[in-house]
């Protein structure tokens, strides 16, 4: 089981970057997949998600209606499209994955509830 994290880069303030999470060794559409991401000093943080099956996707407030979330089945990727960025989007950016049950309907917000990471990415956004 193995999740590739990739498309970060140096990117203007305003301007798009779409990351791309690969997985192998497993079907990405019977788990849940988040995207997550750390700053600099900071503690890892949540940006969104996309559930199983439904595919029903959640964000931060910070990335509200600038990020995307999505999902290919056939390639087997999830995506996040980010756009209108900020410096302050400026981190590792992550993806993680889990397929078990969870009881609380929060669960993807905490980074403790994921068994499988992907390596992380970088994206900087500056000018």
């Known amino acids: 089981v193995q999740l590739q994290a990739s498309g970060g880069g140096l990117v203007q303030p305003g301007g798009s970057q779409r990351l791309s999470c690969a997985a192998s060794?497993?079907?990405?559409?019977?788990?849940?997949i988040g995207w997550f991401r750390q700053a600099p000093g900071k503690e890892r943080e949540w940006v969104s998600h996309?559930?199983?099956?439904?595919?029903?996707?959640y964000y931060a407030d910070s990335v509200k209606g600038r990020f995307t979330i999505s999902r290919d089945k056939a390639k087997n990727t999830v995506f996040l499209q980010m756009n209108s960025l900020k410096p302050e989007d400026t981190a590792v950016y992550y993806c993680a994955a889990d397929g078990k049950y969870h009881a609380s309907s929060l669960w993807y917000k905490d980074k403790s509830e994921f068994d499988y990471w992907g390596q992380g990415t970088q994206v900087t956004v500056s000018s």
């Open positions: 996309i559930s199983s099956r439904e595919g029903r996707t």
């Open positions: 060794g497993f079907t990405l559409d019977y788990y849940g």
